[in-house]
């Protein structure tokens, strides 16, 4: 790990500031990827500015009967939270299928939306990786490709995102609070949240550099049956091959977003309406583009069997 600074922020503006003042700043919290990231120098910020002293670690009611989660709030709290299990247990759900409980317990919301991406070259530093190093290549292309995208990925790059939670939030509508270094504050949805690669995989988000995010706020609760299906390598600790986040109504309307399978979470409103017809209708419109490598064309049909429990599961 390479030398750096460190600040301790005093209010989000502050902390906006003090990374848009130096180039080669980060904000830090739980730190559970990015000090992986440093350690690897992948990541190698010459100034750490830390926000976990902002009151910004509540998850409160809003005004429209929806809840507002603080950017600090940890994934176990947020978990846990007695209103997001009943309500939202499509994200209970979500997040206790991520990690493990250590990293869940100083993990937090903000955190894991902005987690990068677990390909296999974008942490091997000998590997050409055009989201590691733009302009060098993806050495995904052509090479093992078994966890990475088979819908969404260009010709720069194919790796997928990791969050679980990031799934289930694409399937809720939630929105995405932050505030610059002059102050100014922004809402994005969380479907422009996440960007696909194209010809500049190493920006991630939306976000501009100077942006902090301090909450995400849900919508009203949308009732129905709640589910989360996880399909992975082994029980625990392993990333998503395909998961599936779905609400079904009575009357078979519902949502689905599909995570494992493409650089952000994976939502069509096509399928959402098509998902009454049932599992092969709505797999048929989320892998409309579909272009799989040689090591993952399984997960087509994965996500159709997946999508067809999920859907056995919330009729019972």
């Given amino acids: 790990m390479k030398p750096f600074t460190y600040e301790r922020a005093r209010s989000p503006a502050e902390a906006a500031a003090a990374v848009a003042r130096d180039p080669a700043a980060k904000f830090i919290a739980g730190g559970t990827n990015l000090l992986d990231l440093m350690k690897l120098q992948i990541e190698a910020p010459a100034h750490l500015v830390d926000v976990n002293g902002l009151a910004l670690d509540r998850i409160e009611a809003t005004s429209d009967g929806g809840l507002r989660i603080g950017a600090l709030v940890r994934n176990t709290a947020l978990a846990s939270d007695e209103r997001v299990r009943r309500d939202y247990a499509v994200l209970s759900r979500a997040l206790m299928a991520g990690a493990s409980g250590q990293l869940r317990n100083r993990a937090t919301t903000a955190g894991n939306l902005l987690q990068r991406t677990r390909c296999p070259y974008f942490y091997d530093t000998d590997q050409p990786c055009n989201k590691r190093k733009p302009g060098s290549g993806c050495s ?156 993952n064309a399984f997960k087509v049909a994965l996500a159709e069997r997946t999508i067809a429990a999920v859907l056995l599961q919330a009729r019972s």
């Fill in 140 to 295: 995904a292309i052509g090479g093992f490709s078994r966890q990475l995208a088979v819908v969404g990925g260009s010709e720069a790059c194919i790796a997928t995102h990791p969050s679980d939670m990031a799934v289930a939030m694409r399937v809720l509508d939630a929105n995405v609070e932050t505030v610059r270094s002059d102050g100014r504050t922004r809402v994005i949805p969380i479907a422009d949240f996440h960007r696909l690669p194209g010809d500049t995989p190493h920006i991630d988000t939306a976000l501009g550099r100077d942006e902090l995010i301090t909450g995400v706020t849900l919508p009203r609760p949308p009732g129905g049956a709640q589910i989360y299906r996880k399909v992975r390598d082994r029980s625990s600790y392993a990333f998503a091959l395909v998961s599936v986040a779905a609400i079904v109504q009575r009357d078979g309307t519902g949502r689905v977003a599909l995570g494992g399978v493409a650089p952000k979470p994976w939502r069509d409103p096509a399928a959402d309406a098509a998902l009454r017809e049932g599992a092969k209708a709505a797999t048929t419109r989320l892998m409309a583009q579909a272009r799989p490598a040689h090591d």
